[in-house]
């Protein structure tokens, strides 16, 4: 045992233990690895052993280990895409596994110090692997004559049960894939999350959904986004566009005239959709006769084969959630996507919007990660890919048509889209934890989202080819809007920050009908809209939501408590 520091001593040498279980052959085998000084090492080591030993250090002393337990080494290298910073590792633990960092090691030094037969290690790389192989663990084969008691059964460990935890209790595994190529320099592995329940519950239904994804049209809604909706009343009502008052006031065809009053919007989220896809033909009214879906009268069947169920949003800044029980079955036609606000709420006072559309608008610069499925990075970058996200109140998935906001969203109209082929998390120059020197993605220069895929554009004049590429096969979406071409060459991927993403590419049947004009289709998209008239025939449809989803955002960015200032 070595002796406990003497006052006034300026330096003080602990000498290491006698025991020493390290395997001199676990070593780099690459060559851009050398030998590091071991003297911060050692120091840091024996600090950590004063404290806990002594309660504390004297000030003016310093302290350190005669040296490493026989066996260890500590090695270094260059850091790849930074060669001014270098990583060390120290060699000789019998697992062959690696200690990051001296705050790492201090436990199993610590054990090697009071080593007695027969105790276990209880440090990260002893405890993380048994020296018993599986096919020789005793196995519970239910009562025995001779015991007692009886053990209880238990299902084998889910992997990634030892190491970091999140908030929850739940196994960190991005914490051990930070780790991990920090110690492996490349990386490419799939995310599984089997000890996380939330994870395991939720994994089927994202697979099912994403196998739907391509077989939906793009103006239908999906769960969990946020929508303009009008109550289901029992008198016939389209939505028609005043040009003159702007609003698009509720319009009765039996007496072929206006209400007075303009409809009362609400914004909520969508819980349930119907079993079967509507068409196009569902974005209009039924006929007079027909009768709309109501929340009165007989009990509907459980199945929802028509409505779509609608809850109001509540207050993101309010502990109060009633709102959100009073849901509603809506039909289609009755639904409206939320980067139309600016023209369905145009000519409304402000004093008499329902509560849940200023909720809506509060809580629009929001963003969520759909299934991560897949890691991968070059240390010190690395980068999580996901097959969907929330920006705002829309859900994105791989294979989806987006719209793009241009540079200056205020000043520049919208010529470009985007075919979703990746959905990136960043980490860039990602450092260790300086309280463990643990790799959990916190510590890093700068994290971004961005939008993976090729791009388009209607505006040959925006091409960046000598010679404008036209798109040899559109998809029947893009084809409706007229011709479009390559902004660069095919095949192409652009990356997009999270933020230049507006809506789906909706179809134009569908935008055509959300805004019926009091004349004619031509009439909606030039009179109350001229700055969009262009020589771009369907510059002004691709342009509709720009200006509701600019302005939300940045009324979010001043409402929304959650956000703070970088």
């Not at 793009?404 to 919208?414: A, D, G, Q």
Request: charged letters at 20%.
């Amino acid at each position: 045992m070595p002796a406990r520091p003497r006052p006034g001593n300026r330096a003080f040498v602990i000498n290491g233990p006698t025991y020493s279980d390290g395997d001199a052959s676990h070593r780099p085998g690459k060559p851009n690895y050398t030998q590091a000084n071991v003297d911060a090492y050692l120091q840091k080591v024996a600090t950590k052993w004063i404290e806990d030993e002594a309660g504390g250090v004297e000030p003016g002393t310093t302290y350190t280990l005669g040296g490493l337990p026989r066996g260890y080494e500590l090695w270094e290298r260059p850091r790849p895409l930074n060669p001014k910073h270098t990583d060390r590792w120290l060699y000789g633990h019998p697992s062959k596994k690696l200690f990051d960092s001296p705050f790492q090691f201090y436990p199993h030094w610590k054990f090697l110090l009071n080593y007695r037969s027969g105790e276990s290690c209880k440090c990260r790389l002893c405890d993380s692997s048994s020296t018993i192989p599986r096919s020789r663990r005793p196995a519970n084969k239910g009562p025995s004559s001779t015991s007692s008691s009886v053990a209880p059964r238990s299902r084998a460990p889910p992997p990634f049960q030892k190491g970091p935890v999140d908030e929850e209790g739940t196994p960190d595994v991005y914490g051990q894939l930070f780790t991990l190529l920090r110690n492996e320099e490349t990386l490419k592995r799939r995310i599984e999350e089997r000890a996380s329940l939330d994870w395991r519950a939720e994994k089927p239904l994202v697979e099912n959904f994403v196998c739907s994804i391509p077989s939906q049209a793009s103006f239908l809604p999906r769960q969990g986004e946020v929508v303009f909706y009008l109550r289901p009343t029992s008198s016939p009502l389209e939505l028609r566009q005043d040009l003159k008052s702007c609003y698009v006031p509720g319009y009765d065809p039996r007496t072929d005239s206006y209400k007075e009053t303009p409809p009362q919007w609400l914004a909520g989220i969508v819980t349930q959709v119907p079993v079967s896809s509507p068409t196009v033909s569902s974005l209009y009214p039924p006929s007079a006769s027909s009768t709309p879906i109501s929340n009165t009268g007989p009990a509907q069947p459980s199945l929802n084969a028509s409505g779509y169920r609608i809850s109001p949003l509540p207050s993101v800044n309010s502990a109060n959630k009633l709102l959100s029980k009073q849901q509603t079955y809506v039909p289609l036609h009755l639904i409206r996507p939320f980067s139309l606000q600016t023209h369905l709420l145009a000519g409304i006072p402000r004093q008499i919007l329902h509560e849940s559309v200023t909720n809506a608008l509060t809580a629009s610069a929001t963003i969520s990660l759909i299934d991560r499925h897949s890691f991968s990075g070059t240390w010190p970058h690395a980068s999580i890919h996901s097959r969907g996200v929330f920006i705002g109140p829309e859900a994105y998935w791989l294979g989806d048509t987006v719209l793009l906001l241009p540079e200056n969203p205020s000043r520049e109209s919208i010529t470009e889209i985007m075919h979703i082929s990746d959905i990136v998390t960043a980490f860039h120059d990602l450092q260790p934890s300086d309280r463990d020197h643990m790799v959990t993605g916190n510590e890093c220069e700068r994290i971004s989202i961005e939008i993976h895929g090729e791009v388009y554009t209607i505006d040959p004049a925006r091409t960046k080819t000598r010679t404008p590429i036209p798109v040899k096969r559109p998809t029947p979406t893009m084809q409706a809007y007229g011709p479009w071409f390559h902004l660069d060459l095919p095949g192409d991927v652009w990356a997009a920050p999270f933020p230049r993403i507006l809506s789906r590419l909706y179809e134009r049947d569908a935008l055509l009908a959300w805004l019926p004009a009091t004349t004619t289709a031509t009439a909606t998209l030039t009179t109350p809209f001229p700055q969009l008239t262009t020589i771009l025939p369907s510059a002004a449809l691709l342009d509709l939501g720009r200006r509701s989803v600019v302005e939300a955002r940045q009324m979010a960015a001043a409402t929304d408590e959650r956000i703070t200032s970088a």
